[in-house]
């Protein structure tokens, strides 16, 4: 999330397609290299927070989680491209972060997993049973691997993770 986060934040692409309503997923020229940029503009400053605070970057997600101060923990996976500088490359402290995480923030009302199967899974199995669970990803299998593995809490969504996130920021909006 957080590098598509920024990438759109920065160029208004995601993985060089524009986002735009009106260009209708229109591939940009040079657009595929938006994604690295936007990682690299990040390592650049340090961290998000720090893209944060100089002015780099102004909106989307991971802006706002930073500007509340909302914790996040972002665990890398081996096709990361980057990563970001504030990605846990290595996969157990990530882990562990996430249990901290949660452990610290006490079990969250809700949670949103999106579009990525692996930590999808990962994050639902860390989750209490009293955790709310949304899972939107295009791939069907996703929702079922999570709930076969014994998370009953979990509601799936078949849906692009970008148009079930423009949905339901207009629905907050509103």
Same mark, same amino acid.
């Given at each position: 999330l957080a590098a598509h986060d920024i990438e759109s934040a920065l160029y208004g692409t995601s993985l060089g397609v524009s986002l735009d309503a009106g260009s209708?997923?229109?591939a940009l020229e040079h657009g595929h290299e938006h994604h690295l940029r936007a990682i690299n503009t990040i390592r650049g /400053? !340090?961290?998000i927070a720090a893209a &944060?605070? /100089? !002015?780099?970057?102004r909106r989307g &997600?991971?802006?706002e989680c930073v500007v509340n101060r909302v914790p996040f923990v972002l665990a890398g996976s081996i096709r990361d491209d980057g990563p970001l500088p504030d990605v846990i490359t290595d996969t157990v402290e990530a882990?562990?972060?996430m249990r901290r995480?949660?452990?610290a923030g006490g079990a969250p009302a809700l949670a949103l997993l999106m579009g990525t199967t692996l930590h999808a899974i990962a994050v639902g199995n860390l989750l209490p049973a009293s955790t709310l669970t949304v899972c939107v990803d295009i791939n069907p299998a996703v929702v079922t691997k999570?709930?076969?593995r014994g998370?009953?809490?979990?509601?799936?969504l078949v849906i692009d993770a970008g148009g079930f996130l423009r949905e339901l920021a207009q629905q907050l909006a509103e």
């Open positions: 209708e997923g229109a /400053c !340090g961290s &944060v605070e /100089c !002015g780099v970057l &997600v991971m802006y882990q562990r972060a995480q949660i452990a999570l709930l076969d998370s009953l809490q979990t509601a799936g």
